[in-house]
């Protein structure tokens, strides 16, 4: 399975934004992109900072998408084939159908600091979907579905499980989803919109790129 291995801190600076992809040390002194927030590179803090041309505006927003949610180009592009399929706007079919993407909707519950940490706990089979362990991240959920914690009991033995479980209320639940703390159980209420996607994507620069 393809996955991104090289330093998460280099594509925020990269991108010129935080993409939260530490979890914690984003919010820290600690941010490598806080420190030097400068394009990654030898000659990175001599970049030049006249305005980009528009290809590089939408090719900038498309790498953002994908490493905001950790998603490679490949599988990006079929999002994007599906969502131009689909009735509406192009753009915003594509995010709220990525929003819907397993190891978001863990993110989301609270029980990971970040995406790459979700990812992980769901490829390890901590999660259950409507009673059934579900061991792919990419899967996309509907509305209707409950996610669950697996085997609880012997899950809160776990001493990372155990600080999750603790931490799953330290982060805002999105309107789509309730999140029941007690039985460390999320219902997916209706399916996500453009206005329940809080970083500030120009989704229309994505569609541009890929039309033409």
Known sequence: MARYTGPSCRLCRREGTKLYLKGDKCASDKCPFSRRGSVPGQHGAN???????????????????????????????????????????????????????????????????????????????????????????????????????KDKKSNKESEKIKVLIENINSRPVPAWLTVDAENVTATINNLPTRADIDFPFEEHLIVELYSK
Do not use: W
């Open 47 to 149: 970049v030049s900072r006249r305005r980009p041309k528009e290809y590089t505006l939408q090719l900038r927003e498309k790498q953002k998408a994908k490493r905001y949610y950790g998603i490679l180009e490949k599988q990006f592009k079929n999002y994007f084939e599906k969502a131009d399929r689909q009735p509406g706007q192009t753009g915003e079919n594509l995010l709220t159908m990525i929003e819907r993407r397993f190891d978001n909707v863990v993110y989301r519950m609270g029980m990971a600091s970040s995406r790459k940490e979700a990812r992980q706990l769901v490829l390890h089979g901590h999660f259950t979907v409507n009673g059934k362990k579900v061991t792919i991240p990419s899967c996309l959920l509907k509305k209707g579905d409950v996610i669950a914690l």
